[in-house]
Nanobody, 115 residues
Framework: QVQVVESGGGSVQPGGSLTLSCVAS???????MGWYRQAPGKQRELVAG???????TYADSVKGRFTISRDNAKNTVYLQMNTLKPEDTAVYYC??????????WGQGTQVTVSS
């Protein structure tokens, strides 16, 4: 089964930007990919998703600020995060799934937004 590894997290001031990357161990051509996050004491939530056809979906809280994209040739999915807010602080997880056999999660990358 494909494995995914996230990178790109870090600490940033409010209003700043970060780009997260998720690299898969195999082809993501047929997979839907998603970014989720989990803040302390809260449930994991979907931040953004992209289908194998390129259709995207976003949580209302990040619309207009975050952009998900994929590069199938590099087996990589990105999350561009702009105008970051303290409430975006969380561990961000990448997910790859095909709705049947594949449902892979990475270990997560910490994003901290603080002044």
């Amino acid at each position: 089964q494909v494995q995914v590894v996230e990178s790109g997290g870090g600490s940033v001031q409010p209003g700043g930007s970060l780009t997260l990357s998720c690299v898969a161990s195999g082809s993501i051509f047929r997979l839907a990919m998603g970014w989720y996050r989990q803040a302390p004491g809260k449930q994991r939530e979907l931040v953004a998703g992209i289908t194998n056809g390129g259709s995207t979906t976003y949580a209302d809280s990040v619309k207009g600020r975050f952009t998900i994209s994929r590069d199938n040739a590099k087996n990589t999915v990105y999350l561009q995060m702009n105008t970051l807010k303290p409430e975006d602080t969380a561990v961000y997880y990448c997910n790859a799934n095909d709705g049947i056999f594949v449902n892979s999660w990475g270990q997560g990358t910490q994003v901290t937004v603080s002044s």
